[in-house]
């Protein structure tokens, strides 16, 4: 079996947001002549701005090679096993892994199990989920692997394919932002509450709008929600935020439980629980 490149996550990741890359790479290039031809043509005015902004470009276009090796790589944070340990899951148990068809993440955590299993529900339509990137990810992923490990099911953000109070464990890396209308993420979450057991937990992880991501993204940070949103929403849909966890400020990782019937009779009436 051929070894896996250590940059084989950041890899994909940039191959899939190429425009994005190429076009810090062209504003660089496009810096740099400016450069030259100030300095040749004795265009004194216009050295320091070629240079500034050929430097700034230069480092978002480093940091976010930074940031993808962080994210994506087996040595960087690899935020999915973060929320398998927040969850206290073991080798021998069941759980439920909302994709959007990437694969890859789900894998990686199949074999942290022996007999366990994960249901892998792909809720990816390119009318709920807008991003380009993400079509493009998509398109390199190779056939599910046959694992008895892992189940693979289509399902809907709004109709997932498990029935009512069914499971104690569902994780949800980077997708819920992934839905352009914050109604669709609601109903996601609602979803997601339906099918857990009460005292179920949920175990999402979202990058976040953070200094380190303001470094990393730029002006494109403002897109991200700061994490009292993510816990907002959590509450909204019914869950009660136990445990967090911030990565390096990139990615934020949450555990948020299901109450108790009882519990949710105390929260209904703001009692403390």
């Given at each position: 079996m051929r070894q896996r490149s250590p940059y084989s996550g950041a890899i994909r990741h940039i191959r899939a947001n190429w425009p994005g890359y190429l076009l810090v790479y062209a504003g660089i290039v496009l810096a740099l002549l400016l450069l030259g031809v100030s300095v040749q043509?004795?265009?004194l005015s216009f050295i320091p701005f070629s240079l500034a902004l050929m430097l700034l470009l230069s480092y978002f276009l480093v940091a976010s090679v930074w940031a993808a090796h962080r994210l994506y790589d087996q040595a960087g944070l690899r935020p999915y096993h973060v929320l398998f340990d927040m969850g206290q899951l073991k080798a021998t148990d069941t759980?439920?892994?909302?994709?959007?068809?990437?694969r890859d993440f789900a894998l990686q955590l199949?074999?942290?199990?022996?007999?366990?299993?994960?249901?892998v529900v792909d809720v990816y339509n390119p009318q709920w989920t807008l991003s380009a990137s993400l079509k493009r990810y998509r398109s390199r992923q190779p056939h599910p692997p046959s694992d008895p490990r892992l189940v693979w099911q289509n399902g809907r953000f709004d109709l997932l394919p498990l029935p009512d109070k069914s499971v104690s464990t569902v994780i949800l890396h980077r997708v819920v932002s992934e839905f352009w209308q914050e109604g669709d993420q609601m109903a996601l979450l609602q979803e997601v509450h339906r099918i857990l057991t009460p005292n179920g937990r949920v175990l999402l992880a979202e990058r976040v709008r953070s200094q380190a991501n303001w470094l990393v993204m730029g002006p494109s940070a403002f897109t991200l929600r700061p994490a009292d949103d993510w816990r907002a929403i959590l509450q909204k849909a019914g869950f009660i935020v136990v445990k967090e966890a911030d990565l390096q400020g990139?990615?934020?990782?949450?555990?948020?439980?299901?109450?108790t019937p009882a519990q949710a009779r105390q929260l209904s009436l703001n009692l403390p629980i």
């Amino acid at each position: 079996m051929r070894q896996r490149s250590p940059y084989s996550g950041a890899i994909r990741h940039i191959r899939a947001n190429w425009p994005g890359y190429l076009l810090v790479y062209a504003g660089i290039v496009l810096a740099l002549l400016l450069l030259g031809v100030s300095v040749q043509e004795g265009w004194l005015s216009f050295i320091p701005f070629s240079l500034a902004l050929m430097l700034l470009l230069s480092y978002f276009l480093v940091a976010s090679v930074w940031a993808a090796h962080r994210l994506y790589d087996q040595a960087g944070l690899r935020p999915y096993h973060v929320l398998f340990d927040m969850g206290q899951l073991k080798a021998t148990d069941t759980f439920v892994y909302i994709d959007l068809g990437v694969r890859d993440f789900a894998l990686q955590l199949s074999r942290r199990l022996t007999s366990g299993k994960i249901y892998v529900v792909d809720v990816y339509n390119p009318q709920w989920t807008l991003s380009a990137s993400l079509k493009r990810y998509r398109s390199r992923q190779p056939h599910p692997p046959s694992d008895p490990r892992l189940v693979w099911q289509n399902g809907r953000f709004d109709l997932l394919p498990l029935p009512d109070k069914s499971v104690s464990t569902v994780i949800l890396h980077r997708v819920v932002s992934e839905f352009w209308q914050e109604g669709d993420q609601m109903a996601l979450l609602q979803e997601v509450h339906r099918i857990l057991t009460p005292n179920g937990r949920v175990l999402l992880a979202e990058r976040v709008r953070s200094q380190a991501n303001w470094l990393v993204m730029g002006p494109s940070a403002f897109t991200l929600r700061p994490a009292d949103d993510w816990r907002a929403i959590l509450q909204k849909a019914g869950f009660i935020v136990v445990k967090e966890a911030d990565l390096q400020g990139l990615i934020h990782c949450f555990r948020a439980d299901k109450p108790t019937p009882a519990q949710a009779r105390q929260l209904s009436l703001n009692l403390p629980i």
